[in-house]
């Protein structure tokens, strides 16, 4: 394979950055077991704080030079292969655009154009307090307990993080890669077929700017792009969730047939902070990027100025039972009402719009023409009702035969569309910074994710085996154990179009070998694309 004459291009990519995290954590419980009664209670605190430090540059923005032509970067190269077990080819060849042999592998073909910064500073802590109590009832003739318990926990997430392009304006005028070359990776295996590769290091390149500031500067637009970043990545979160529960548990036919039934309540609080945004007022044509100064991002740009608040909660009872039917066959089935959360970056606010006739970008991406983005802080979780039949076949050496068939009513769960906007969107989003009449005025869109109006229904069967010691193997050659499973499922419903988070068909397998101390796996699945 050949590209054509002077139309390719070769660069070195690498990207490192050291992580640094440390927890602190502290818990204290309590246990209680009596005749008749038994307790708990806890309480928990742990923090975390990890961050990718500013200590190195994370990469280097190389490009090999073509001798032939000053200044250019294109160049000749050619693959070859001899049917290598690589995948890679077994010969690369690099000529410049008059034919002159490069080193592909040398540093000192290269030339160093940026280098690009990316530390992230974050914390995530959580406390907690629980408490869980069973009585039980000795006065009648079988197993009968009740038993209630409640929570309180909260998470708060809080994260910075922050990127920055630097231009290398050379070492006495020269641009060249070679001062910057890795020595820690010299003579090591690269994992790619080829020897002698000589790595480009960012560690070095960040050396020599301490030493030298002046090495790497960043001009005007990178640095407004800089702070950008940092205000769409400067969020916090809070979540605080209080749960109880009461549970009634009875065993009944010599304990072949075990129940186990109740209700929980659960709400939960959520607080986000995050980037608010607004446009200037706009010249006709309008300007595709109508914040291109720092002056104007701290105008129109708010550090964590959206804050939201919200709260749901609700009740989900559930019953399970399983009955013994032999000694090797198990039936269950059970009924739960449940409940997701949506995820945290729905919950911290961002809202962008753009209320002219063309695709602007306001620093964080491209805003299509009369559209307004927005992070809907406004959505619910979703509910299903959960139905499940199950029956297990247990086997010689730990070996477990099962089919199980479930259903699942969804309602609200999320989907992401583009619909036309309207004036209550406004109030129901606080959307600002748009011109709210010129957007409805020229069939303004809205982008967002939505709770579905619609219902959908999940349904499908799961088969299952497992064996921990396949038969008919002599011991001396180890043990083999096998697991697979198949899961076939369909969504039906005024909302299936919507419900797309699935995958119709799953099947897993794996071989597990074990001798001695030695182990190994080989594992296999399938999802069909979506």
Do not use: C
């Not at 009740?315 to 198990?330: H, K, R």
């Amino acid at each position: 394979t050949q590209s054509a004459t002077g139309r390719a291009t070769v660069s070195q990519g690498q990207s490192f950055r050291k992580k640094t995290t440390v927890t602190n954590n502290a818990a204290l419980a309590y246990k209680f077991k009596g005749r008749l009664w038994e307790a708990e209670a806890g309480v928990n605190w742990s923090k975390s704080k990890g961050s990718y430090p500013l200590k190195n540059f994370e990469s280097l923005n190389t490009s090999l030079v073509n001798p032939d032509l000053a200044n250019s970067t294109a160049v000749t190269t050619r693959f070859e292969s001899a049917g290598s077990p690589f995948p890679a080819p077994d010969q690369i060849t690099v000529t410049g655009t008059a034919g002159t042999p490069i080193d592909p592998f040398l540093a000192s073909s290269y030339r160093v154009n940026s280098a690009r910064i990316r530390p992230v500073e974050g914390t995530d802590s959580f406390r907690g307090v629980n408490v869980k109590a069973r009585r039980f009832l000795d006065f009648l003739p079988f197993y009968n307990a009740i038993k209630v318990g409640g929570e309180i926990r909260t998470q708060v997430r809080d994260v910075k993080a922050w990127q920055q392009d630097f231009n290398f304006n050379g070492i006495n005028g020269s641009t060249n890669a070679a001062p910057f070359l890795d020595t820690s990776y010299a003579g090591e295996d690269n994992g790619f077929g080829f020897s002698g590769i000589q790595w480009i290091s960012p560690y070095e390149a960040w050396e020599a700017y301490q030493a030298d500031p002046s090495l790497f500067t960043s001009n005007a637009g990178q640095v407004l792009s800089a702070r950008k970043f940092y205000l769409q990545n400067s969020q916090r979160i809070q979540e605080t969730v209080t749960a109880a529960f009461i549970q009634h548990e009875i065993k009944l036919m010599d304990n072949r047939l075990n129940i186990v039934y109740g209700v929980r309540y659960e709400k939960t609080e959520d607080k986000g902070e995050g980037l608010k945004t607004s446009l200037p007022p706009q010249p006709t044509p309008p300007a595709t990027d109508p914040v291109d100064t720092l002056e104007e991002v701290e105008q129109y740009w708010f550090e964590r100025g959206s804050r939201v608040t919200k709260d749901y909660d609700g009740f989900y009872p559930s019953i399970n039972a399983n009955f013994t039917l032999t000694e090797d066959t198990i039936i269950r089935a059970g009924f739960a009402k449940t409940f997701g959360r949506p995820n945290f970056s729905n919950i911290i606010p961002l809202n962008r719009g753009n209320d002219t006739a063309l695709d602007v970008n306001d620093g964080i991406g491209n805003i299509n023409e009369y559209t307004v983005i927005v992070r809907n802080t406004s959505l619910k979780p979703y509910d299903a009702d959960n139905y499940d039949l199950t029956i297990e076949h247990y086997l010689p050496k730990a070996g477990l035969v099962s089919v199980r068939g479930f259903l699942k009513d969804i309602v609200n769960f999320t989907y992401s569309a583009t619909r036309p906007i309207t004036a209550q969107d406004f109030v129901d989003y606080q959307i600002e910074g748009v011109d709210q009449s010129v957007l409805l005025a020229n069939n303004g869109q809205l982008q967002s994710t939505f709770n579905s109006a619609e219902a959908a229904r999940l349904t499908g069967i799961e088969l299952t085996y497992r064996i921990a010691e396949l038969p008919y193997i002599p011991t001396s050659f180890g043990r083999f154990g096998f697991f697979a499973s198949y899961t076939n499922q369909h969504a039906s419903g005024a909302g299936a179009d919507n419900f797309t988070n699935f995958a119709p068909r799953l099947i897993n397998a794996r071989l597990n070998y074990n001798k001695a101390k030695f182990s190994a796996p080989i594992a296999w699945n399938y999802t069909p694309l979506r």
